[in-house]
């Protein structure tokens, strides 16, 4: 199986070329274009309670498509919903940890679990993260360029700007204790220890949401 990383790293999009027999498993809704031979299954991957974790602790997809040529070679090309880059990471009987809607596609080999990510005594954004294990290669996206950080020690991450790290790290959730996240508004942030690669990406989808409030139209009460 081959793919290429296309109109990156803003409108990124990834093609796969699939061969007899290969299979490719991605989120619902993800496919932008593909050669007419290639069939698509849709299935809850991992079962019904598998499919129940991914979509309320993480927001993926409850269902999942499954994308296989017939009579020869063909390709499907994948998009994220969100603008920003795609990185497609391999796994060698590994496992990698992602934030939730990071998660585009995979091949077979690889699964999928929701993991509690910290925070006791909270239900917030982001408590929830996606276990990925397994062999095969993982194609993951963020909003925003993706910047793989080496850490050896200690690392700070706002929680908007984490996309992925590896097990090896260990790490804890908290919240920030400035003033500012006291009066305007909660500040998660991802403290890493050890030695391991992180990804960050380079907006927040969170960030943006707060520019765009003000904007937002109100509608008038009626007298």
């Not at 590994?94 to 699964?111: D, N, Q, R």
Request: proline share 4%; charged share 20%; glycine share 10%.
């Amino acid at each position: 199986m081959k793919h290429q990383i296309i109109c990156n790293p803003t409108y990124s999009a990834v093609e796969v070329q699939l061969e007899a027999g290969e299979r490719l498993l991605a989120e619902s809704g993800s496919m932008a274009w593909m050669s007419s031979n290639v069939k698509t299954e849709t299935a809850v991957r991992g079962g019904l309670l598998a499919g129940m974790k991914r979509k309320f602790l993480t927001g993926e997809s409850f269902f999942q498509n499954t994308y296989h040529p017939e009579g020869g070679p063909g390709s499907v090309t994948l998009a994220p919903g969100t603008v920003g880059d795609i990185v497609a990471h391999t796994l060698w009987n590994s496992e990698l940890l992602l934030e939730k809607g990071a998660y585009l596609a995979s091949t077979e080999g690889v699964a999928c679990d929701a993991k509690w990510g910290g925070l006791k005594g909270f239900f917030n954004e982001g408590m929830f993260v996606l276990r990925v294990t397994g062999s095969g290669t993982l194609f993951f996206n963020a909003y925003g360029d993706i910047h793989p950080v080496d850490v050896a020690g200690d690392y700070v991450v706002d929680n908007g700007y984490a996309v992925a790290w590896e097990p090896s790290l260990t790490y804890h959730l908290t919240r920030s204790k400035k003033i500012r996240s006291f009066l305007f508004s909660d500040q998660l942030l991802l403290r890493f220890s050890g030695r391991g690669r992180v990804w960050v990406q380079s907006r927040s989808p969170r960030s943006l949401a707060n520019w765009v409030h003000p904007f937002r139209r109100v509608q008038s009460k009626s007298s």
